[in-house]
Structure formats: C-alpha cells, structure tokens
C-alpha cells in the first residue's frame, strides 16, 4: 500500500508560480512513476506531467511543456510540480498519483493505482 499526500495548493494571480507536493508513504520501494492530474469543475481528470521514480524521466502534457517541471526527492518519497507562468485554464484540483508497476503509458489516469485527496489551484486573472 501506497499513501499520498498533496500540498501547496492556492490562489494566485495570473503570471504567478505554485509548487506542488506530494510526499509518498508506505510500500514507496514498490513506487515505478507518478504523476499529477488535473480536474476543473465540469470536465474530465486530465494528465499533467509524470516522472519515473528510477532515473527521474519526466512527461508532460503540451499545455504545461515549457510552465512546469516534475520532480523527485527520493530521499524524502516526495515528488514536486513546479508551476510557473499560471494561467486561468491552469485552475483545477491537482492530483498526485503513483503506480506500482510498469507500463510504458505515463498518460492515462487507469495507469495509476494510488491516488492522494487533491489539492485546490485558482488562477485569478
């Protein structure tokens, strides 16, 4: 069993940067990647960014290439997003997950067996 934490969540003004985090407990020795998601009120959980917990590969979506950068401190089982140059769009509940095995899809949520609570982002313009 893996459990999640997220943090840092908040309310800032366009142009503005946020840092996730998402410290990992439990089975973390089992962790292959985890990634962040995103939910805005009305539409669907969408891919964010992703990294591997061997190695530190990192993944993202085009909307967020080039904003934000996924991290991992292994020592402390957390990893990070970095968030710069905010947008409105970027308003949603950001979730961590983490996986326990490998798949070479880094994009889909079903690729995800652990999941934390969430974590508020408002973009104000």
């Known amino acids: 069993q893996v459990q999640l934490v997220e943090s840092g969540g908040g309310l800032v003004q366009a142009g503005d940067s946020l840092r996730l985090s998402c410290a990992a407990s439990?089975?973390?020795?089992?962790?292959?990647?985890m990634g962040w998601f995103r939910q805005a009120p009305g539409k669907e959980r969408e891919f964010v960014a992703a990294?591997?917990?061997?190695?530190?590969?990192?993944y993202y979506a085009d909307s967020v290439k080039g904003r934000f950068t996924a991290s991992r401190d292994n020592a402390k089982n957390t990893v990070y997003l970095q968030m710069n140059s905010l947008k409105p769009e970027d308003t949603a509940v950001y979730y961590c997950?983490?996986?326990?095995?490998?798949?070479?899809?880094?994009?889909?949520?079903?690729?995800?067996?652990?999941w934390g609570q969430g974590t508020q982002v408002t973009v104000s313009s």
């Open positions: 997950a983490a996986r326990t095995y490998y798949s070479s899809n880094y994009y889909s949520s079903s690729s995800y067996n652990y």
């Open positions: 439990g089975a973390t020795y089992i962790i292959d990647a």
């Open positions: 990294i591997r917990w061997s190695g530190g590969s990192t």
